[in-house]
């Protein structure tokens, strides 16, 4: 069964260094998401790219976050500097198309010291 | 905006048991809506999902009921199972198909 890949699995960091996530889709999916989820909390998206274009990255922090999706496949997303409220849940998703049902990898764990 | 709630943060349930879980949305043009469990360490796992012309939807030991009147859906799971224990999310989505999700229930299930 295809499934959503997403490395690292666990990242720890100290504050005002870079950290970057990667995410591969699953194959022939046009749109891709990422989701932040704090302990406790349900995810909340942060960008949602279709096909390599954004069309929505309106609860993306750009002054430290940045997402990119260059040939429509697998995406990074990069925080930098990454801040003690980072931490969280960054989880990646993706559809078929955007109306589809999503689909989630296995997530990565940012802990910001 | 869209807000999202869930009726109980637990849900402890005996095994064999049917377990019911609870959600209200607040926009009512919302027009789809999906069950996600999410496993301690894991990401949330597709469930179930129903769009706003059904107001039932059956899978395998789930169902989702929708009331779109009082916009309330639920996640019925018949037989409960040890290995259902986890946290579910109930999302809603709208005409720019951006989910929102619930903050989760936790199903604890006693042997």
């Known amino acids: 069964e295809a499934e959503v890949a997403q490395s690292p699995r666990y990242k720890i960091t100290e504050k005002s260094q870079a950290v970057a996530f990667w995410c591969d889709p699953i194959s022939g999916h046009a749109t891709l998401y990422w989701y932040r989820q704090i302990l406790g909390q349900g995810p909340e998206l942060l960008v949602q790219f279709q096909d390599e274009s954004v069309v929505d990255d309106s609860q993306l922090p750009k002054d430290r976050f940045s997402a990119e999706r260059l040939k429509g496949v697998d995406s990074t997303l990069k925080i930098q500097p990454a801040e003690l409220g980072d931490s969280a849940m960054y989880l990646c998703a993706s559809s078929l198309r955007s109306e589809e049902t999503q689909y989630f990898g296995p997530g990565t764990r940012l802990l910001v010291l | 905006g869209e807000s999202v709630g869930l009726h109980l943060p637990t849900l402890s349930v005996q095994e064999g048991d049917n377990s019911i879980i609870n959600c209200a949305y607040s926009n009512s043009a919302s027009d789809y809506f999906i069950w996600y469990k999410q496993e301690s360490g894991k990401g949330p796992q597709f469930i179930i999902d129903?769009?706003?012309?059904?107001d039932k939807r059956q899978g395998q030991r789930v169902t989702v009921l929708l009331n779109k009147t009082v916009k309330h859906l639920s996640l019925q799971i018949a037989a409960t199972q040890p290995g259902d224990s986890a946290v579910y999310f109930c999302a809603v989505g709208g005409a720019t198909n951006k989910l929102i999700f619930g903050t989760g229930t936790l199903l604890a299930v006693q042997p």
């Open positions: 129903i769009r706003s012309n059904m």
